[in-house]
């Protein structure tokens, strides 16, 4: 079973607010696409906790999906 990509963001987004994280998005175009990657993610004091992320690599690392799911292309 496929799931989009904006339903795998708000599973994840919802497993990171449990410990009080968050998941954004870094534009390309943006000056620090090169250091922060596609995804990214912060604490509530905007500590960067993770940098370069996959949808995928959260998914599987937060436990989002069943595991007949996969994250559409």
């Known amino acids: 079973m496929t799931i989009s990509r904006r ?3 708000a599973r994840i987004r919802r497993a990171l607010a449990r410990d ?10 943006s ?3 090169r250091d922060l990657g596609d ?3 912060a604490d509530c004091q ?3 906790n993770r940098t370069h ?3 995928e690599q959260l998914a ?5 999906l069943a595991p007949n799911e996969r994250i559409a292309a």
């Not at 009080?20 to 175009?29: F, G, I, P, Q, R």
């Not at 599987?60 to 989002?64: I, P, T």
């Open 7 to 9: 339903a795998a963001e």
């Open 53 to 55: 992320c996959t949808l």
């Open 20 to 29: 009080c994280e968050s998941l954004h998005k870094c534009n390309a175009n």
């Open 60 to 64: 599987e690392e937060l436990r989002v």
């Open 39 to 41: 995804y990214y993610t």
């Open 31 to 33: 000056q620090w696409y």
């Open 46 to 48: 905007n500590h960067l």
